[in-house]
């Protein structure tokens, strides 16, 4: 009997022992050991730099705005918002596949996300606002500037100069508890008109009923208006008006607040994107461009002298492999916006330096 | 259709026609079923016009102008695995294989030799018919009563002719069978025919394929399926029939139960092995596993086994409880204060469930399988766990690696798999005589049946983060998973107990009169006569949370209702080259046929367990 | 019962064999762990709170609501409270009308299952096995979706101008609705339905003494039927009843709320004490009081800690109690306010009626006139109706199927038609057994009305998801729809429970 207990002691002994030697032996695999969860949140003093580069992939979260970002009938993600997202992981890990894509994350979540780590960066058309910059994110240079406008029917009699108070009376489609559902009754206020509000769950459906003719109306961002129109069968009876928008959406990529390295990188992919397009650096002559470099400025961007990327913790050559995996911001843009109608010369979309009322605008890279 | 009693002898007389015969019986039946007095007659006129202006409608939308089915035929990956990658779709074809296998093994030891009846099977391709004749007339054009019809002309004469060659083949059948009412054809028949039947379907099969010409104009001519598709379901079909004849040889040669047997434990491991090992296609660190893990694992091997040779001595239960209660204090310690993670802590947990429940089980002679089972638990285990604790092969850009109908199975079976001793613990603690256990049950069913489901997943969404501590961040999938589990347990509790309830109170006296233990009698002899009793409720809960999946659409998870709604919507003109936009309602009539079919499947195989097993006539 | 056998045979068990005492600690040490559980989910909870954006708290309640609505009895809420309130609003409007539709098409389908019309049966199965085994998700959307197949509204939309008019804007029909003097009729009403009961149990007495039909239905809807019909032309000579509700309103104004929490407070012991009294009662035979099994003993003590709790749940919460005392004194007031009609119809025949706007009339909406369902309403509306009333009419079916065959053979020997076969002997037996599986579904209904936030409905959770949003805290928000859903399948569930322990007695 008492060799049997014996026995049984050292087994416990041996369990203990394995246990502990493999507690000792390999940290790493005890943290994997929290199998199907992450380490989120960035530990005390490490930036999402360093994380992003410790797992090999950028978590990035998007929306499903024709356009702006869509999954095909094979699965691949494509969009303006989409390629932001590619363009980071191309220039932090040098793989524009490298990155996991957050879809549908519902707008009333998706501050939420962010601050508390659980994507790098959101790049779905979010608004900056002034209450947002309170809320625990910051904002990268503007990718995209958008604004509110109307929907109706040609044969209501709407033309696409019609002033808002050409609605009066009318119902308007649009998704509930958003900021365009506020917009817009801020903005009927504001005309001195009265309009009713036929609320969905989300903007789908919004230009479902609207197309049914559940309300004379629907309203959402500019952008989103033009690719609902280019894709609706029977184009020419919409009308997007009024002339200018009624409020001012200025997109953005967001990212956590107080990480200056991880902020000063997305804010960089922005700003290399818009100067070169403003250089004429292309995906397809940017091996020729970093040989021979137009300005000094696009010089170092590509590699020339690193220094600038090291330093921000980036490879010399980042920023030219990112350009050519997506293109400058002008090819994004043409990927994928101007083929759903939102055509772009002379528009705030404009490059600055065009000056045609264009407001992309980017800082000296040195 | 049926013969009627009083005709058949004046019938006997007029063997030689039988057409005839059927036109009274007919006939009769009309007479009979529809028109026997003027209400009835009323009935049958105003269900009728309702039938032909629901299916008129139904075919009037599938085959009108409006809808773009491209929408559908383009997007069937999406809507299958969402974005799991092309390049490793074998992954997906290997899983569906293994379950075709399985299933094909199944049919072979529940019923293989069994033989159906000619008759039925010529009633039931008979019905096949007049449904296909009278779907032609009332979506086809009618001479008289409408000419501009959902159908063209061609497809109605095509179905009617094959309808009724249908309904005259097994009439023939019938006629020359007549002698002989108790011919039968085997299962192995029956099968066979079905796969070259499928098989010949799937390369018929002609679909709306979505395509733009030159100027930019959509159209959706037909053409048949891509032979990716093709060839993998007739390959699917083959292994199928190929593992039905192969388990009819092995049930020839060792007998239905083995096969059984087996086959049970195979379905088990089959969930994990398809979504952990292949699905997930975990990317094994070898070197580590030579190095470190195959020492733990040979360590609670051997470890465990003595501890269980101590343990599950029936001569000193009171030593094998407290060593039984040790190993359960030293697993809390591994998260507490020990801190220990990974591998050792979840086999130790292991270890302490499998110390708990095997002394109830030890007996003198079972020592050898009692350890036999240990050593497989282990390994089996600690092979899951070493494969789950990795990165993935795969390179996918979702947040997890599953969507789609996939995921939609794989949540239900996964979530009610974990729900089911949940289940069963509640169930049991509900029908307990210790009060407290019992209030606590109680409580839980109410509360998580008080609220909706939606409220549910809302919270595990949205406030599951705040309950955990900070930075430990699940998928959103787990999330839904463990409310899923959360909820259903609830439900499952609920019906459990009914069966619990049903279990006369003779058995467990008579059990106790043994001198068996409350574990051994409760799970010996009273779970396994009240789970029996509770199959249909049981598989009315599991097609009811089958359909609850679709929830997770409003909390964002990609599964087939969001797909269809939310993604699908969203495809414009430079992602697919087709947009997309608009075609809500198409989406969701294919996600409605694929949940209905789904659904239907189950709640008949349910009838026809419940009339195997015979519940309810005991 | 075998533990307190063998403590009383042994008394030297060792303390590690007594099974009393392993069962007690195995209790206690559950109880340990779900307490430590909580604790922790809890410490973690208020450790994130320090940190967190979304603050938990009830504030918002009493805070302007900030934004619109689209569908409820007002638009416009002014506070956090009044849009939740909206919000339950709407799901009672849609759980109950659901309710009513589902009962009405559930029976029809359940009955037609089992009609001897092969047509009609074979219709009824598929409709119960195409809407049950769809999930509702996926109808109410997709019902969400037909409606825009209904054409645009325009100033002559039909079918029926004036009277019905369909549209992807809605459903418009015309229908009474209440009028001036509507409340003084409606004292009428109730007065006409206690005076029918009494005729009703006057007339089965009569019928138990003298054996002869006494017609106690037509009897009870007669007196019901003239009291309101009588109401209807002279409600306005209750109008001085309006003194009464003046004085009432006024002593609820000036109550102290202390007086009232302490009346509150003693109801809600009494409730308890008279529960308790009466639950033992019940236990009472001849032979004696019967012995009390521990679940009895858990009815009482829980019955009395609701009292309890109920009491001092509301000297804590004054708010409750204020908001009490004024809903009393605005129904008084409202009352008031209502009984200066002096004649005309209490309840008016009202038709659609369309507001067109738009320099060209090209904007025309549903005004208010008629009943009008908005397209959510319909999703929902359609979606939870359909899709009860499958399983409704499985309870139905089988409920008949219970029935033995033996009653039917014998109501068909004895000349009843199969329409009074079903009245008068099929359905009130299968009524038992139909009962507690309908009530079910009606509670399922309610539940499954939250689905609506998929099509934009505005009921309690797609209102609290706006809120939430709003306020970004869930938390606060998800602890409101819990006691509401719990409230309600609680109440429910024990008007079920009610009615199966009534149903059983009349079986005696």
Redesign the interface.
Known sequence: MRNKYLLALTAMALVVAACTDSNGGDTATTEAGTTETTEAAPAAGQSVLDQVLENGSLSCGVGSVPGFSAVTADGDDVGFDVDFCRAVAAAVLGDAEAVTFRTGIPGTERIEVVTSGQIDLLSRTTTQTQSRMDSGVEYAPIVFYDGQKMMGRASDGITADSPLTAMDGGTVCVATGTTTELNLLEAANGAGISVETVTTENRDQAIEQFTAGACDFFTSDASANASFKAALDTEDDWVIFPGSAFSKEPLAPVYIANDRRWGNVIDWVVNALIIFEEAGVTAANADDMAANPPTPGVGRLLGGEGEIQTAMGLSADAFLTMVKATGNYGEIYDRNLTPIGLARPGTSNDLWLNGAGGLLYAPPAR | MTSLGPTESVLDAERESPPQKVAIGAFDWMRK??F?SVF?TT??VI??L??VFVTRGIAGFIFGDRPKWGSVT??M??YM??????EQIFRVWLSVGIVFALFGLTLAAWGGGNRVSANRLASSVTKLGGTLVALALVTGPFPILWDDAPLSLRAEIIMVVIGFALGGLAMFHKARTEEQPERTISRTGILAGSVVFFIAFIWLLQVPTPMLDADGVYSEPLAPLATTTTWPWTLMAVIMMVFFLLGGVFVDRRGEERLRSVLVASWLFSYPLIVFVILRAPDIDWN?FWT?DI??VL??V???G??L??VADPERP?RGRI?SL?TVV?AIA?FWP?S???????L?IV?AIYMLVAPSFAAKGAMKRTLANWVAVVLIASFF?IA???EMIL?????SFLGGLALTIILALGALGLAFPLAILVALGRQS?????R??SIGYV??I????L??WL??A???F???????????KV?RVLVAFTIFWAAYLAENIRGGLQAVGKGQTEAA?ALGMTAFQTTTLIVLPQALRLVIPPIVGQV?TSF??T??V??????EL??IA???I????????NF?F??T??EN??F??MV??VF??TM?RSSLRLEEKLGVGKR | MTAKTRDADTTRVPLWRNVTVLKWLAQIATVAVVVLLFMWLFGNFSANQEGGTSPFSFRFLNEPAGFQLGEGFTLTPESGAQALMVGIVNTFKVALLGILMATLLGVIVGISRLSSNWLVAKFATSYVEFLRNIPLLVQMVFWLALLTLLGKLTADTGPIPGFLITSSKGVAFAFVVPAEGFFQWLLFVVAGIVAARYVKRWRRRLRDETGNETHELSWALGTFVAIAGVGLAIHPLVGPLRHLWGALESFFVGLPVIVFQVVLAVVALLAAALWIRRFLASLRTPAGMAKLTDDDYYRIVFAGAVGVVGAVAVFMLDEVAQTLLNGAANVFGGLESAYHAAAGWPIVWSQPVLNIAGDQGQFVTYGDGGVVFTPAFLGVFIGVTLYTSAFIGEAVRAGILSVPKGQTEAGLASGLTRTQLLRLVVLPQAFRVIIPPVGNQYLNLAKNTSLGIAVGYLEIVGVGQILAAKIGSRASMAVIWMGFYLAMSLTFSAMINWYNRRSLIVER
């Open positions: 079923h529809l026997s009835n009935l049958t269900a009728l309702i039938a383009e997007n990956r999406l695995t969402f974005g799991y990658p092309p580590q470190r020492w733990i360590g609670f051997v470890g465990g003595l501890l040779l101590l009171e060593l040790g030293l591994m020990l220990i993670g990974g591998l050792p802590r979840n130790m270890t766990m789950m604790d990795t390179q996918i850009s979702k947040e005589r210790m009060p407290i256990f209030q606590l109410e509360l049946r008080g609220v909706p939606i409220v809302i919270m969404i949205g406030l983060g705040f309950f955990v501590p900070t930075g430990v961040e699940l998928d787990i106790e097609i359909k609850d679709s929830l659409a409003i909390v964002g998870v990609f209702l969001n709604i939310r993604s919507p969203a495809q414009t003109v430079p992602t697919s947009t936009i608009g809500v309602s969701l009539l996600v409605a949940y209905w659904t239907y709640s």
